[in-house]
């Protein structure tokens, strides 16, 4: 089937296997006619609203059938999803309701201490634009004609099942995605069918994946990652097992009950899921693959994951969706745990000057720049910003520093905004983080910049010591010493019990960096 259009090839699905399990989460087990009875059900619904092709829906919910449901029944009208971040606050909702001129929301009644109900009906008299609120919960609730429990939604819908919408997978919108701000405010990567839909596919291809396999959905949904993991599932004929927010010890008990053979995360989760005291007594043996992604991983830790999960390390951003390179299970073993792998189908790379854009040669560092058909259609509302990501010929600047060896296997080097410049010397952060991590008493680190008026800027190594370790600041500089040049070790190293980290698991390097500079600086 060469449709790139997700609900068509969801039906694809469900015509293949009806009563196949498709979302599993607690007592819920919804097969595939079932899960495609309750989209269709939900786009009739949402069609009796006056909601159609290209208008903008924000579902703010964690990993629960519910979103799943949401995702396929925009899919169905061809309007574009707008995942939100559970934990956003007030301020921040209201931008992204904003920017992307939301006309519903779907959001649960409360999650933790939040009422989101109170919330949304708060914003709903503030934004012209959002018209709707969508409930999901048990709760008796009072309802105007613009506020809808999800379940009635559906249960109204099932009296007519809409058509799938007529669209251009290439150019129309699946989904508007929110970078995770690490490096500024978070920008809507505007994201197609195709998009979305062929790194899907790539991935599918990647692990093997198929109708027997279960998928333990730990990712948030939110993100681009979690997005992949739950379309692959559904386009796979897998079962996805759902997991409303990642705890390691939750996490073991679903993968030992459902017998999870796909597991995917970003390396703080594969990291804390061994942590977990009882990971010794654990039954992972039907495990066989997943993908660790979203931050760098060092071998080391791609190793230890190995032993019990034959995981591929893949590469991409947001504005990628998301994948651009993933290993395969035929790779040399040194390019499957060193690199990230070769590039997904039809998709070009190549790295160019920092500041002149020029091409770079085999195995140089530069800027790693992407075109093909997994690259985002913009950002929304944003056409200066979009201009400035894109090279004339087309393509994306990724901002991550890289090199691509003569067999096309990619090595990310760092980020250029975390690069340091220290005496004139280029110090990428990341090569020195895999060095601090090889320390027995590291649990994590970090590298920031600070700046200084004689060599520009210094380099702060920020370290979570492994629980119970003992270790000074002058032995890890020591120890640096003896792996890298002189000007790429560590002038300071400050300690600490956690790192600040966004949604999607990813260190928040600006903070820690101010952090850090506030704190040097006033010493």
Request: proline content about 5%; cysteine-free; glycine content about 6%.
């Given at each position: 089937m060469s449709s790139y259009h997700l609900a068509e090839r969801f039906d694809q699905q469900v015509r293949l296997h009806p009563d196949h399990e498709c979302l599993v989460m607690g007592n819920r087990r919804l097969t595939y006619a079932q899960v495609s009875a309750e989209s269709s059900a939900l786009a009739s619904g949402l069609a009796a609203l006056g909601?159609?092709?290209?208008?903008?829906?924000?579902?703010?919910?964690?990993?629960?059938?519910?979103?799943?449901?949401?995702?396929?029944?925009?899919?169905?009208?061809?309007?574009?999803?707008?995942?939100?971040?559970?934990?956003?606050?007030?301020?921040?909702?209201?931008?992204?309701?904003?920017?992307?001129?939301?006309?519903?929301?779907?959001?649960?009644?409360?999650?933790?201490?939040?009422?989101?109900?109170?919330?949304?009906?708060?914003?709903?008299?503030?934004?012209?634009?959002?018209?709707?609120?969508?409930?999901?919960?048990?709760?008796?609730?009072?309802?105007?004609d613009r506020v809808f429990r999800f379940s009635d939604l559906v249960t109204r819908g099932r009296r007519a099942s809409p058509p799938i919408a007529d669209l251009d997978?290439?150019?129309?919108?699946?989904?508007?995605?929110?970078?995770?701000?690490?490096?500024?405010?978070?920008?809507?990567?505007?994201?197609?069918?195709?998009?979305?839909?062929?790194?899907?596919?790539?991935?599918?291809?990647?692990?093997?994946?198929?109708?027997?396999?279960?998928?333990?959905?730990?990712?948030?949904?939110?993100?681009?990652?979690?997005?992949?993991?739950?379309?692959?599932?559904?386009?796979?004929?897998a079962t996805l097992v759902l997991d409303g927010e990642f705890e390691p010890g939750r996490a073991l008990d679903l993968v030992e009950r459902e017998r999870i053979t796909l597991f995917s995360g970003v390396p703080t989760m594969f990291q804390l899921l061994m942590a977990d005291a009882s990971i010794g007594s654990r039954d992972l043996s039907s495990v066989r693959s997943g993908i660790v992604a979203g931050s760098p991983v060092s071998v080391d830790l791609v190793r230890r994951i190995r032993r019990w999960n034959d995981v591929q390390i893949a590469y991409g951003l947001t504005e990628t969706g998301p994948t651009v390179s993933i290993t395969r299970f035929d790779d040399p073993p040194e390019r499957r745990e060193g690199t990230v792998g070769r590039p997904i189908g039809e998709v070009e790379v190549r790295v160019v000057d920092?500041?002149?854009?020029?091409?770079?040669?085999?195995?140089?560092v530069g800027e790693l720049a992407v075109r093909g058909p997994n690259v985002m259609a913009g950002y929304h509302r944003m056409p200066s910003a979009t201009k400035k990501s894109f090279t004339a010929d087309g393509f994306l600047l990724t901002g991550d520093l890289a090199l691509i060896d003569d067999q096309g296997y990619v090595s990310i080097v760092g980020r250029r905004k975390e690069m340091i410049i220290r005496g004139g010397y280029n110090v990428f952060p990341r090569e020195l983080e895999d060095v601090l991590r090889m320390h027995p008493a590291v649990e994590s680190a970090c590298v920031v910049g600070v700046p200084n008026e004689v060599l520009g800027e210094m380099i702060c190594a920020c370290v979570v010591p492994v629980e119970g370790a003992i270790v000074s600041g002058d032995e890890l500089k020591d120890y640096c010493r003896e792996q890298v040049a002189d000007y790429k070790a560590p002038d300071w190293v400050r300690f600490f019990d956690a790192f600040p980290m966004t949604g999607s698991g990813k260190v928040k390097r600006q903070e820690l960096a101010q952090v850090v500079g506030l704190e040097l600086t006033t010493t």
């Open positions: 909601i159609e092709q290209g208008d903008r829906l924000a579902v703010d919910l964690p990993n629960w059938p519910e979103w799943v449901i949401a995702l396929l029944a925009s899919a169905r009208l061809g309007a574009v999803f707008v995942p939100l971040h559970p934990s956003l606050g007030y301020h921040e909702v209201r931008y992204q309701l904003r920017n992307t001129e939301a006309v519903l929301a779907l959001a649960s009644e409360s999650l933790g201490d939040v009422d989101y109900l109170e919330l949304f009906e708060d914003l709903i008299g503030e934004l012209p634009d959002l018209e709707y609120l969508v409930s999901v919960g048990r709760e008796d609730f009072w309802y105007d997978p290439a150019a129309a919108p699946l989904a508007i995605i929110y970078t995770s701000g690490t490096m500024g405010k978070p920008k809507g990567s505007v994201l197609t069918h195709r998009n979305l839909v062929h790194t899907s596919l790539a991935a599918i291809e990647a692990l093997q994946q198929n109708d027997t396999d279960r998928v333990l959905a730990a990712v948030p949904f939110f993100t681009v990652f979690g997005m992949q993991v739950a379309i692959a599932t559904v386009l796979s004929g920092i500041t002149s854009e020029a091409l770079h040669g085999s195995e140089a």
